[in-house]
């Protein structure tokens, strides 16, 4: 028995030695899910110095220039918003509160290029909005241009502020009520110490949501195209299909992921080296002090205004729509609305599989070696969130259609046959482009799982003899199971929604309800938009009602 355990036991200590040195299969997984990112990398590395002549005395400064408005317009719009309703309901209590705390979260459900052309539909000239004003009061003097540059930064932030709230009000919850206490004792009045005390200990938080809110706007172009204010985004979605230069749109693309990770190192300065700690459990957190009378119901107006504007506004226009299509819709039209919602649920679906699947076996496979290398690499291969999805599309369309021609042309000189577009042509290049722009939204849910599997048990595991793949399969899929529901729920709703991607890489003729939703309303024809819009949206709520049950579940524990 003792000879047996010291054999497993050497086993164990030859197999870590190995796995420290990153395998061969995970090593290719992570490869080929940076493989879009470096791809893009290189044509920046190689300009083409007539392409770029051609896009400095046509677009790219009007693009440059609307993509640096954008950035700094939802920054400042996401961070006000945000952190101001954030400590609303942080620090005081008022009527309706409650119930509020969670409708302000809903906007993240509605994607902007559904909330952008509600907006544009209701405000523009034509819209409900100043044919009233015009019915009542006769000819308008002036009213505020919706398809403005105003206008796009305006209905993303309505989008894309939640991400700060969410982020600004656990920052603000950890903070301890005796840091607030000492501050007050010391003469500083409430605003002081809200500026000097309060904001400082919640920039991490703060910094990180502001960032993805940021990250969400400088990916989407369809939003600005119906907004008639292009950015690089939607200027590489433009060459592609306007031109079908594949090499002006991967290095129109990479300008775009330098953008991007300029975002991501601002983020990271923000943070900076200081370390910000918490008594978290032992003292109290912020005590929230009751407002009454007017204050009260003043900030619960607040509140209630963007509720009404950024979530009962946009699905109470695409509900009444959407009424309107139901009356007047032929029996031919069903189909087609059925194919479209089985395509997206198909495309999200797989996305949602092998994106999990992929997150479940790098997750596992850190955690078995153990190596700070292969963490590291891990971590790496996440890094597709932060890439925009038309930079994704782009960099995996030029490997994949050259992998394409490539085959084709072997195949031609071998048996004299051709295959057509395996990879560029079908599902395959969509949901390779999913997993990698979404694989950190399964993997953080995953691996944050995986921590309930202790070191002690996978190394028991091990000294009984269990591989790799066992371990992962009898030990780590069962205890990880309720995190890797979460994470597939999460990017099985990024994907309905998900445009970018889908406009670049769908096989010919493929439609989802994301694409039918964009090329509708291109065509100002809003009714035809509304239905699957109002799916997208419903399917929006999951991730929404996931982070309630999760918060609910966190708030009993404390």
Known sequence: MQATISY??????REGQRLGSLPLLPLFVV??????????????LTPSLEIWSHLWQTI??????????????????????GTGLAWLMVAYRFPGQSVLEWLLILPMAVPTYVMGFVYMATFDFAGP???????WFGEIGWFPEIRSGAGAIVVMT?????????????????????TLDAARMLGHGSTTVF??????????????????????ALADFATVRFFNFPTLSDGVIRIWHGMMDLRAASELAGMLAVFALFILLLEHNLRGRSR???????????????????????????????????????????????LQEIGKMQADVVPVYINLALNSLLLAGLAAIFATAVALFLSSRSRISRSKTTRGLTRLATIGYAIPGAVIGVGILL???????????????????????????????????????????SYNSVDASMEKVTVNITQAARILGAGNWKVMRQIHLPLVAPGMMAGAILVFVDVMKELPITVILRPFGYDTLAIWVWQMAAESLWAGASLPALAIVLVGILPVIILMRADTRRGKIQ
């Not at 497993?8 to 200590?13: D, S, T």
């Not at 709230?165 to 656990?170: I, S």
């Not at 900030?299 to 504007?309: E, H």
């Not at 259609?401 to 079908?426: K, M, P, Y």
């Open 60 to 81: 790219l400064p009007e693009m440059l220039r609307n993509t640096l408005l954008l950035v700094i317009g939802v920054g400042f719009g996401t961070f006000i918003i």
């Open 276 to 322: 910000y700690y918490q008594v978290v459990g032992k003292t109290a957190g912020i005590t929230r002090v009751r407002l009454s009378g007017w204050r009260g119901w003043m900030v619960t107006a607040v509140c209630l205004f963007i509720v009404a504007v950024a979530i009962v506004l946009p699905i109470g226009q695409l509900s009444y729509w959407g």
């Open 129 to 135: 909005v100043q044919s009233f004003l015009r019915q």
């Open 399 to 441: 490997p994949l259609s050259a992998l394409d021609h490539a085959l084709n042309n072997f195949l031609e000189a071998w048996r004299g046959i051709t295959v057509g577009l395996i990879f560029t042509g079908s599902l395959i290049g969509l949901t390779y482009a999913y997993v990698t722009r979404f694989l950190a939204v």
């Open 195 to 216: 500026f000097r005390v309060v904001l400082p200990l919640a920039r991490p938080s703060i910094a990180a949501g502001v960032a993805l809110a940021v990250m969400e």
């Open 158 to 178: 309505l989008v894309l502020y939640p991400y700060v709230y969410l982020l600004a009000r656990a920052g603000f919850r950890e903070q301890s009520g005796n």
């Open 31 to 44: 490869l080929l899910l940076l493989l879009p990112v470096a791809v893009v990398g290189l044509a920046v």
């Open 8 to 13: 497993y036991y050497l086993r164990l200590i």
